[in-house]
């Protein structure tokens, strides 16, 4: 099994930063990616950012310029720094992994998610 947990959620005022926080735990035999998912009530999940076990980085066109996406000093640990936060960007923020547990046996693992409050 693979566990996923983040932390560093929390409420911030609009235009400030909050850094989130993600490792990836368990019987991993190879991870693929991490990434960082939002979904504010009401609204589908959506991709934030992602980057691959090679190092490939994904951003969605709303945080370019003002989130990044980066790994810890292993492939399993994740952080999103987000800058420039806006009211509608307040969410729940999922972590997930791409995780192989053995040879032909790949999942997505998803975190329970921390929120992100961004006040006007």
């Known amino acids: 099994q693979v566990q996923v947990e983040e932390s560093g959620g929390g409420l911030v005022q609009a235009g400030g930063s909050l850094r989130l926080s993600c490792v990836a735990t368990?019987?991993?035999?190879?991870?693929?990616?991490m990434g960082w998912h939002r979904q504010a009530p009401g609204k589908e999940r959506e991709l934030v950012a992602r980057?691959?076990?090679?190092?490939?980085?994904d951003y969605a066109d709303s945080v370019k310029g003002r989130f990044t996406i980066s790994r810890g000093n292993t492939e399993n640990t994740v952080y999103l720094q987000m800058n420039s936060l806006k009211p509608e960007e307040s969410a729940v923020y999922y972590c997930?992994?791409?995780?192989?547990?053995?040879?032909?046996?790949?999942?997505?693992?998803w975190g329970q998610g921390t929120q992100v409050t961004v006040s006007s």
């Open positions: 997930n992994t791409y995780a192989y547990t053995a040879i032909g046996q790949w999942d997505n693992y």
């Open positions: 368990g019987s991993i035999f190879r991870l693929v990616s």
């Open positions: 980057i691959t076990s090679g190092g490939s980085i």
